[in-house]
């Protein structure tokens, strides 16, 4: 048998009173609380046994608060004195138990007052976190919306859709507690009792707060492995970061709790965390920006099934040299099933050229129109550096361009050497300096080529 088990913790801070019912409820089945973590709690083996269980709200406690600093221990030996034995504790939580036939003084009699508490500390934090969470959610969702196209061309860009889901479950929490919290203050003006939560409500809370947050994350998380079959090194390094954050998260919280005895620590802690993530990201980023990430990922030739033309079919001989570099890279979604890039460089009479090509095959034209007016849209944006728009482009739609090469859309920009088409579900980017895109040859080329579905 084993001695010790965990099980998922997903009470919310407000159903203190439903975790005394859970934790008699796992006493009789014969396990005994040890600790409670952010994510689960760990039970010891025991006999199967009635003990009763109350989990106050100690207001000094907190995230960031030790666990065992000069107030918390002084609370507990007068919690000792009333009958009640110390178990954990979990920021503001404090777990006590007391044995059968035993009759420990009540640690909060006044309604009015526990109230006073529950909404200056769990309230107060819990509102805080969402607060926190919401505005780096709502920072994501104006990055993210209106959806670029871009955000198209990964599983991880199209898992975005699900941010606003996200912000939901974390919001609802706090929607509920503010609920609770103007109920108890209700009944307490009446002259009512207050409401407890029961372990049956609580249970249905966790299904529906945690259950479809636990679908989310499931669902990125199948994204980026989708996405890491095209590139490993990029999503590896995109990871780097909340790696990091979370690592480093525990780290602190580790040494906050367990080995500081006063709150002061908790500064001088969160100081050396913050520059010890500062340093490492320094070394990682100079690590990583010395080598490729993806460079074993790449091709030097366009691989069996993909539509696609190479210089020698675009150029006539007079324009042909010899061939000194080329790459592939392929990309897919679930809107843009396949998409890649191809660029060929070559050099004649010592002149270097390249012609680069962006295929996108999307599930439905209307996609393929959106990535279309994207990429317009980008050329002629530019880049925005310091205030200033670099690298922009003059992109012209051109409706006899258009009915000559028989597409839904067609652009090219001023100087002639980089053309957007997009007929059906396929959209495709060309960009070559020594490319006549009116050429009648080329564009018979280009539309047997590239647009074969």
């Not at 199948?222 to 990871?239: E, K, N, T, V, Y």
């Not at 060929?344 to 090509?357: A, F, K």
């Not at 996108?360 to 728009?389: D, Q």
Request: glycine residues 6%; aromatic residues 12%; positive net charge.
């Amino acid at each position: 048998m084993n001695k010790t088990k965990r099980v998922f913790w997903g009470f919310l801070s407000l159903d203190y009173k439903a975790m005394e019912t859970y934790l008699e409820e796992m006493s009789e089945k014969g396990w005994m609380l040890e600790k409670v973590g952010v994510w689960t709690a760990k039970f010891r083996a025991m006999e199967p046994k009635k003990l009763k269980f109350y989990v106050d709200v100690f207001k000094e406690g907190g995230p960031l608060t030790p666990e065992n600093t000069k107030d918390a221990e002084e609370y507990r030996n007068l919690c000792k004195e009333s009958g009640w034995n110390f178990i954990t504790s979990k920021d503001f939580l404090q777990f006590f138990y007391a044995e059968e036939g035993e009759s420990p003084t009540p640690l909060q009699t006044d309604d009015d007052l526990e109230q006073k508490i529950v909404r200056s500390t769990l309230g107060k934090w819990e509102i805080i976190s969402v607060i926190f969470v919401t505005v780096i959610s709502i920072r994501l969702m104006i990055l993210y919306f209106p959806t670029k196209y871009r955000f198209m061309l990964s599983f991880v860009g199209v898992a975005g859709i699900l941010f606003p889901l996200m912000l939901v479950s974390v919001i609802a929490p706090v929607i509920y507690g503010l609920a609770r919290m103007l109920k108890a203050r209700r009944n307490i003006e009446r002259g009512l009792p207050i409401e407890k939560p029961t372990l049956e409500d609580a249970r249905k809370r966790m299904k529906v707060i945690h259950g479809s947050t636990l679908i989310i994350f499931i669902l990125i998380a199948l994204a980026f492995i989708a996405d890491s079959f095209f590139r490993p090194g990029a999503i590896a390094l995109s990871l780097t970061g909340p790696t990091l954050g979370i690592a480093t998260g525990l780290i602190l919280r580790f040494f906050i709790k367990k080995k500081s005895k006063d709150k002061k620590d908790s500064v001088l802690y969160v100081t050396f965390a913050i520059l010890g993530v500062l340093f490492v990201s320094a070394i990682a980023n100079s690590i990583f920006g010395r080598f490729n990430i993806d460079s074993g990922y790449k091709h030097d030739t366009v691989p069996e099934g993909y539509p696609a033309i190479s210089i020698t079919e675009l150029l006539d001989s007079s324009q042909q040299g010899v061939l000194i570099h080329s790459e592939f890279n392929a990309g897919a979604s679930p809107m843009v099933p396949k998409h890649y890039s191809y660029t060929e460089t070559w050099e004649s009479n010592g002149v270097r050229d390249s012609i680069n090509i962006k295929y996108y095959n999307t599930i439905h034209p209307r996609l393929a129109e959106r990535i279309f007016h994207g990429i317009v849209a980008e050329l002629r944006e530019g880049i925005k550096w310091k205030g200033m728009r670099l690298f922009q482009k003059t992109v012209n739609l051109d409706e006899t361009m258009r009915v000559s090469w028989n597409v839904d859309n067609i652009a090219m920009t001023e100087d002639k050497n980089e053309i957007i088409m997009q007929k059906g579900k396929i959209v495709v980017h060309l960009y070559g300096n020594k490319t006549d895109f009116e050429n009648s040859h080329i564009k018979e080329t280009i539309m047997d080529g590239l647009f074969v579905d």
